[in-house]
């Protein structure tokens, strides 16, 4: 599932998740579910055709992303793999950030920070230049809209309608670690 918030310049894009790294750092081996947030530049092209045709619209490059990640053979509410990437390097995140803050309390976390767009935007080498005069209120204004959002989809992922591993891909126990640290890749899900 994808949810989208698009403001001048700025949008949030948000998405359950199931992810399975084929080189797992220590400690962070096997299935992972969640929820993605990002925050993306947008770009209006043209339109092509008539006044009346629809507009194209582009998710475009990265600012910021959090990752409201669990094991899947953790407890559910652990957030044992909750994390952040402030920086990206064109379409690739930088390490993932762990907060205890986040950890403790993700959904508010996740608000307080998207109420601090310049914040993102300086953690990102991103000129304000390049974002909307308005985008810093009107993110800032749908920040609790858009947590809540994103808590909605975290229950459903728990819940076992969301966040699951794709039909036609047999996930093996303890997968993401296998000979000489390669293992089995899985990414299911919009972001």
């Known amino acids: 599932m994808l949810y989208a918030w698009g403001f001048e310049r700025v949008g949030v894009v948000a998405g359950d998740l199931y992810f399975v790294d084929p080189d797992p750092a220590p400690g962070q081996e096997g299935a992972e579910r969640g929820v993605r947030l990002e925050v993306r530049l947008l770009d209006r092209p043209p339109l092509t055709g008539s006044m009346y045709a629809a507009q194209p619209i582009v998710i475009d490059r990265p600012v910021w992303r959090a990752d409201l990640l669990e094991s899947v053979a953790g407890p559910p509410g652990s957030h044992d793999r909750t ?5 990206f390097r064109g379409w690739e995140p930088g390490r993932r950030q762990f907060d205890q803050d986040l950890t ?5 976390w996740l608000a307080n920070r998207l109420a601090a767009l310049p914040d993102l935007l300086a953690g990102a080498d991103i000129e304000a230049s390049e974002v909307g005069p308005e985008d810093a209120r009107h993110l800032a204004d749908a920040a609790a809209e858009i947590a809540t959002v994103v808590a909605g989809l975290l229950e459903r992922v728990r819940a076992g309608e969301l966040g699951q591993a794709p039909a036609d891909v047999a996930v093996p126990a303890g997968a993401g670690a296998g000979a000489g640290g390669a293992g089995v890749a899985v990414r299911a899900g919009w972001l």
């Open 83 to 87: 994390h952040h990437h402030p920086h």
């Open 104 to 108: 403790d309390d993700p959904i508010g």
